[in-house]
């Protein structure tokens, strides 16, 4: 029952995070005008506008004008259900939940306006951050790597210090590495690699996370963006100047951490012996 409840109200915030990821990249309101055709502007009736459910009835196509709908809209939709699905299994109805749902959210907008348009932008980074250091005094993030190195100075922080501190480090950890790589390739290649929109994205993404899964999830994207770029790169000569979207595979990766993260850190270190 509660799965279901779950599933719904992730379908339905998925269908507004499709608005954000349409009108944040163009600086308009999420909250007016209502839903329109972006073809033919006739706003949409409210039983067309059911998620999922509306884009199947309509053959992914306007009542009005025909035009064909994004198939990326029930996608998001339904990915949204899916991944508020899979952190409730995990947390059950705890404040965990909640945090993890709003970052998942709020990567998910990131996904998806920079694979449409290249653009990650300010506000939904900006308040992401804000809201993921104010989320580190209220639920303990992760900041093992921290807590390790101050033991080995006899220092015990409180666990609510330790947890900020760590949102603050993973956040200084993602966003530094990020900005001292994106330096390092403009040098090389003279021409900008990667967009300060990315080191944004790692920002807030290491508020949440703290710095062990905030490394994880660049480890992950990069391996990620590469499997998929390499063969395109060799089999066509058209992408190789291309402009793969970073932050895509890193908010892909950064949703996978917060899932899986942590059991996959689990069982590195057993299998290192670090433990
Ligand atoms: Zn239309």
Same mark, same amino acid.
Request: proline residues 6%; positive net charge.
């Given at each position: 029952?509660?799965l279901?409840?779950?599933?719904?109200?992730g379908?339905?915030?998925?269908s507004?995070?499709?608005?954000?990821?349409?009108? &944040?990249p163009?600086?308009?309101?999420?909250?007016?005008?209502g839903s329109?055709?972006?073809?033919?502007?006739?706003?949409?009736?409210?039983? %067309?506008?059911?998620?999922?459910?509306?884009?199947l =009835?309509? *053959?992914g196509?306007?009542? %009005?004008c025909?035009a064909?709908?994004?198939p990326?809209?029930?996608?998001?939709?339904?990915?949204? @259900?899916?991944?508020l699905?899979?952190?409730?299994?995990?947390?059950g109805?705890?404040?965990?939940?909640?945090k993890?749902?709003?970052?998942a959210?709020l990567?998910?907008?990131?996904v998806f306006?920079? =694979?449409?348009?290249?653009?990650i +932008?300010h506000?939904?980074?900006?308040?992401?951050? @804000?809201?993921?250091?104010?989320?580190?005094?209220?639920i303990?993030v992760?900041?093992?790597?921290?807590?390790?190195?101050? *033991?080995?100075?006899?220092i015990? +922080?409180?666990?609510?210090?330790?947890?900020?501190t760590?949102a603050?480090?993973?956040?200084l950890?993602?966003g530094g590495?990020?900005?001292?790589?994106g330096?390092a390739f403009?040098? &090389? *290649?003279?021409?900008?690699?990667?967009?300060?929109?990315?080191?944004?994205l790692? =920002?807030?993404?290491g508020?949440?996370l703290?710095p062990?899964?905030? &490394?994880?999830t660049?480890?992950?994207?990069?391996i990620?963006?590469?499997?998929?770029?390499i063969?395109?790169a060799?089999?066509?000569?058209r992408?190789r100047?291309?402009?793969?979207p970073?932050?895509?595979?890193?908010?892909? @990766? @950064?949703?996978?951490?917060?899932?899986?993260?942590?059991?996959l850190?689990?069982?590195y270190?057993?299998?290192?012996?670090?433990?």
């Amino acid at each position: 029952m509660s799965l279901l409840i779950v599933a719904l109200f992730g379908l339905a915030f998925g269908s507004f995070l499709n608005v954000c990821i349409y009108r &944040l990249p163009r600086a308009e309101s999420v909250v007016a005008p209502g839903s329109h055709c972006p073809a033919c502007g006739h706003s949409i009736r409210w039983h %067309d506008n059911i998620p999922l459910l509306s884009y199947l =009835l309509l *053959r992914g196509r306007c009542r %009005d004008c025909q035009a064909r709908i994004s198939p990326l809209y029930p996608l998001v939709e339904a990915l949204t @259900a899916a991944v508020l699905l899979a952190d409730f299994s995990l947390y059950g109805a705890t404040p965990e939940f909640l945090k993890n749902a709003v970052f998942a959210m709020l990567i998910i907008i990131l996904v998806f306006t920079d =694979l449409n348009e290249r653009r990650i +932008p300010h506000p939904v980074t900006l308040s992401g951050m @804000a809201l993921g250091l104010i989320l580190s005094g209220l639920i303990v993030v992760d900041s093992r790597p921290l807590g390790w190195i101050l *033991r080995q100075w006899g220092i015990f +922080p409180p666990a609510v210090l330790l947890s900020i501190t760590g949102a603050l480090v993973g956040a200084l950890a993602g966003g530094g590495l990020f900005y001292a790589v994106g330096e390092a390739f403009y040098y &090389l *290649r003279h021409k900008e690699g990667l967009g300060f929109g990315d080191v944004m994205l790692m =920002l807030m993404v290491g508020t949440f996370l703290g710095p062990a899964l905030t &490394l994880l999830t660049i480890l992950l994207g990069s391996i990620l963006g590469t499997i998929i770029a390499i063969p395109f790169a060799i089999t066509s000569p058209r992408f190789r100047g291309y402009q793969w979207p970073y932050g895509t595979f890193l908010g892909i @990766a @950064a949703i996978y951490a917060s899932l899986q993260g942590e059991a996959l850190l689990r069982a590195y270190l057993q299998w290192s012996g670090f433990r």
